[in-house]
């Protein structure tokens, strides 16, 4: 086993430049689960690190050696694509063991390495069948199992469950993770689901447009976004935004005023703050809640409704801060009645208020439940 270090991997196809210099360090042992906008740059990122791509810049090391001009066979890598691209003439067995045939193993080796995948995949009763007679959950098994039988040093896999459906997904989720714990290997996981990017990873890297946003724990990138795209980008629904202006500044409080909500006294480090000032205010649509619930130092505003939808254990309030033409989602706990055009009264603690400056985006640094300061980026 061993930890992965990306040390300013540029990659860039003709003139075009993908990557810019990502700088990431994986721990030995860690799940690292890399999400981003279509054409962000993951995909290339893992083929780097597996060396199915050159880099046109920048190191990789794997535990102390650099790899970067290593064969992919050399790097002790397992890949896991989307498509489980299994070959369809040859048994299960025979496709978990096939790769195996030209390393220099013995016979026995060989079947005990695969033995001992499809225990730990319970895909034993399928080893004599071929790719037609399993179901795609079987087959993604089967193309993780190919992985594992190579007893890899860094595991990474593609959106490894994107042609699974719902109940599948989870169930294969699961398994992923309890895997993971089992073999205590380094794994590297792409993946559009915001679901499975906070259930699986130690920590979630954010990439856009080539450049890592974060680097950080799931509820860290939730609670602490760096910037006003991470803070967008993590989270579902998405974090609402206001453009406000400051009109107040002290050490550790940000008065800012948004066109409906009025004057907002956010506790964050204004130290690179000034009076006038354009900001982006963010509020996630789970920090908002019926006023008749509110706290000591909530911040209370008027809420007019467009329509709502709920799902019984939940309710989605769609519509305008009043006085503000900034479209706004509500998520609500429970079912709650609200018809179109109804006026409601909201409130948000101002702890919950997130601050990035207009024009770069950055996040003020926000304080922590246990009052210390979190660094902005
Ligand atoms: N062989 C190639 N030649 C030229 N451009 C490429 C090549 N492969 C990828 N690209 C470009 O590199 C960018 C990043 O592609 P990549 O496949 O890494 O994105 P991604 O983040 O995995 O996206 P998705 O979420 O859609 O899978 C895209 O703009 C893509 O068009
Ligand atoms: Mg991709």
Redesign the pocket.
């Known amino acids: 086993m061993a930890g992965l270090t990306l040390q300013g991997v540029v ?1 860039q ?2 003139a ?1 430049p ?1 990557l810019h210099g990502i700088d990431l360090a994986v721990k030995d042992g860690e799940f690292v689960v890399l999400v ?12 780097i690190i597996a060396g199915l ?1 050159t880099t046109s810049g920048g190191k990789i090391l794997i535990g102390d050696e650099d790899v970067t001009t290593q064969q992919p066979g050399d790097r002790g890598i397992a890949m896991v694509f989307q498509s489980y691209a299994l070959y369809p003439h040859m048994t299960v067995r025979k496709n978990l063991s096939f790769g195996l045939e030209n390393l220099s193993l013995s016979k026995q080796d060989i079947d005990a390495r695969v033995a001992e995948a499809a225990r730990m995949l319970a895909i034993e009763p399928l080893l004599d069948r071929r790719p037609k007679q399993l179901s795609g959950g079987q087959r993604q098994r089967v193309a993780i199992g190919r992985a594992i039988v190579r007893d890899p040093k860094i595991f990474l896999f ?2 490894p469950l994107s042609n699974l459906d719902a109940a599948l997904r989870v169930q294969t989720r699961g398994e992923i993770s309890r895997l993971h714990k089992r073999l205590g290997a380094t794994m590297v996981y ?1 993946t ?1 689901d915001q679901i499975e990017a906070m259930t699986m990873a130690d920590r979630i890297a954010v ?1 856009n447009g ?1 450049n890592l946003e974060q680097f950080g724990a799931p509820l860290e990138l939730f609670d602490f976004p760096a910037n006003k795209f991470v803070a967008g980008f993590i989270g579902s629904p998405q974090m609402n935004f206001y453009e406000g202006t400051i009109r107040s500044v002290a050490p550790e409080l940000l008065g800012i005023d948004v066109p409906g909500l009025g004057l907002v006294n956010v506790p964050v480090d204004g130290t690179s703050a000034a009076v006038g000032q354009t900001v982006s205010l963010g509020l996630r649509p789970n920090h908002i809640h019926l006023a008749s619930e509110s706290a000591q130092h909530d911040h209370t505003f008027r809420f007019r409704a467009d329509y709502a939808e709920s799902v019984g254990t939940e309710t989605y309030v769609y519509g305008r801060i009043e006085g503000n033409s900034t479209a706004t989602i509500v998520h609500l706990p429970g079912h709650v009645a609200v018809a179109e055009n109804d006026l409601l009264e909201f409130a948000a603690a101002t702890s919950h208020f997130h601050v990035f400056n207009g024009e770069t985006g950055l996040s003020y640094a926000k304080r922590r439940a246990d009052g210390s300061l979190i660094a902005a980026a």
């Open positions: 990659k196809y003709g075009h993908i981003g906008p279509s054409g962000c740059g993951k995909s290339t990122l893992l083929r791509e593609d959106e792409v559009h990439l080539g």
